[in-house]
């Protein structure tokens, strides 16, 4: 079975500062990983996803995240916060034979402040 | 090109009543699911169903069931609606990619169920 934590219920950041957002994953199959972004009131909506290519990988809005193994991390990250950055972030992890089903960690609040 | 779509929006719901939340797709994807979103807990998987036919349970299926009625659409239905059911509903969809990975979830909009 495979399974998510973040680290951190909330963050809050100044605008221009640097977003970290943590994420551990357990797997016991080489995983596929996403970070997906929810704004109030709203469904979830992918921001990037790691599938086995590139460890670095690169999504919308100026985000990206890096797969390491050793770690068992995906830590989502963005060098400077924008006001519009605020919203709950899920990171969510799945593996092949699933059905596709993915595990969503309890979510990371994000705060951006003026 | 809709996406994923759900209905109603909201809805509250005496103890004890039953409804159905409509969910679609125009993806044309094999996979659908549908979750509960409370605070704090993220996102819990209540029912799946793989492909057209098939449905499994999730982590938290108890008080509801659902029907895959065809490729485009997967309804959850809560027959005896408890005040522990108050949640905000989610379906998505997925498929896999050329090589056999799936990709990520689309998801619909939301139902929010208020239980009294």
């Known amino acids: 079975a495979q399974s998510v934590t973040q680290l951190g219920s909330h963050v809050s950041v100044s605008e221009g500062a640097l977003v970290l957002l943590r994420c551990n994953y357990s797997s016991s199959v080489p995983p596929y990983l996403f970070w997906y972004v929810q704004y109030p009131n709203q469904g979830l909506q992918l921001l990037l996803k790691y599938t086995s290519a590139a460890t670095l990988v690169k999504g919308i809005n100026g985000f990206e995240a890096e797969f390491k193994k050793s770690e068992t991390s995906f830590h989502l990250t963005k060098p400077s916060a924008h006001m519009s950055d605020a919203a709950e972030y899920f990171c969510?992890?799945?593996?092949?034979?699933?059905?596709?089903?993915?595990?969503f960690g309890d979510g990371t609040t994000l705060t951006v402040k003026p | 090109n809709a996406g994923v779509t759900q209905t109603p929006k909201f809805q509250v719901l005496k103890t004890g009543q039953s409804m159905t939340l409509q969910c679609a797709q125009d993806?044309?994807?094999?996979?659908m699911y549908w979750y509960r979103q409370d605070p704090g807990m993220g996102l819990r998987l209540i029912y799946y169903?793989?492909?057209?036919?098939?449905?499994d349970k999730g982590e938290v299926p108890n008080g509801y069931n659902v029907s895959r009625l065809n490729k485009r659409e997967f309804s959850l239905r809560l027959e005896s609606a408890a005040p522990s059911q108050t949640s905000v509903y989610f379906c998505?969809?997925?498929?896999?990619?050329?090589?056999?990975?799936?990709?990520?979830?689309?998801f619909g909009p939301g139902t929010r169920l208020t239980v009294l």
């Open positions: 998505a969809s997925s498929d896999f990619l050329a090589g056999g990975s799936y990709n990520e979830q689309f």
């Open positions: 169903s793989a492909s057209e036919g098939t449905t």
């Open positions: 993806m044309n994807h094999n996979s």
């Open positions: 969510a992890v799945s593996i092949n034979t699933n059905a596709g089903k993915s595990t």
